[in-house]
Each structure stands twice: as structure tokens, then as C-alpha cells.
């Protein structure tokens, strides 16, 4: 059974930093890239950042610069620094794997940037 769990949402002040993990099982994770994709109510799931298998990594418009992705192959982990933390990057923070065919998502962490 493939399980994603992520851990390390919060709250947290504007101008804040949080440290998103989640951690798979049930599948090789050194074959499938890595991804964090947000929430945020009453919007659409956005893409905030991906890792490729070979380390590549790509972030959507709004965290480039503030986000860092990385992954650790020995502990079937994928991060998130999260860095300068405004208001608008409250939503639910998902883990998503892709490759071979599949795609699987974590249930989410709830991060919440607020005075």
C-alpha cells in the first residue's frame, strides 16, 4: 500500500519559515519525482514545486526564491524549506509522486501564515 504523509504544517508569522517533510512507503522512491502542490480555499490546486528523479527541480511563479525542494533517496523524504512566509501562501501543502504510470498524493498539512 503506497502512503505519502507529510508533517511540519503550521502557523506561522508573515516574514516566517516552516520545514515541510513527507515521507513515502510502499513504492521505490527513487524512481518517481516528487512533488508539493498547494491548496488554498476556494481556489484550484497549484503547483509549488517539483523534484525530478536525477535532482532537477522547478518552481511555480509565486515561491521562486523563497521555496527550496530536495529530496533524500536514503530516507524516501522529500522537503520543502519554506522561506519569507506571506499571508497568501496559506493553504494545504499536498505530497504528490509520479512516474511509472502512476501518481499517488498525500492527505495534506494545513500551513497558515498570519499575524
Known amino acids: 500500500q503506497v502512503q505519502l504523509v507529510e508533517s511540519g504544517g503550521g502557523l506561522v508569522q508573515p516574514g516566517g519559515s516552516l520545514r515541510l517533510s513527507c515521507v513515502a512507503s510502499?513504492?521505490?522512491?527513487?524512481?518517481?519525482?516528487m512533488g508539493w502542490h498547494r491548496q488554498a480555499p476556494g481556489q484550484q490546486r497549484e503547483l509549488v514545486a517539483r523534484?525530478?528523479?536525477?535532482?532537477?527541480?522547478n518552481y511555480g511563479g509565486s515561491v521562486k526564491g523563497r521555496f527550496t525542494i530536495s529530496r533524500d533517496n536514503a530516507k524516501n523524504t522529500v522537503y520543502l524549506q519554506m522561506n519569507s512566509l506571506k499571508p497568501e501562501d496559506t493553504a494545504v501543502y499536498y505530497c504528490?509522486?509520479?512516474?511509472?504510470?502512476?501518481?499517488?498524493w498525500g492527505k495534506g498539512t494545513l500551513v497558515t501564515v498570519s499575524s
Open positions: 504528490n509522486a509520479g512516474g511509472l504510470g502512476m501518481d499517488y
Open positions: 523534484v525530478t528523479t536525477g535532482g532537477s527541480t
Open positions: 510502499g513504492i521505490t522512491f527513487r524512481f518517481y519525482g
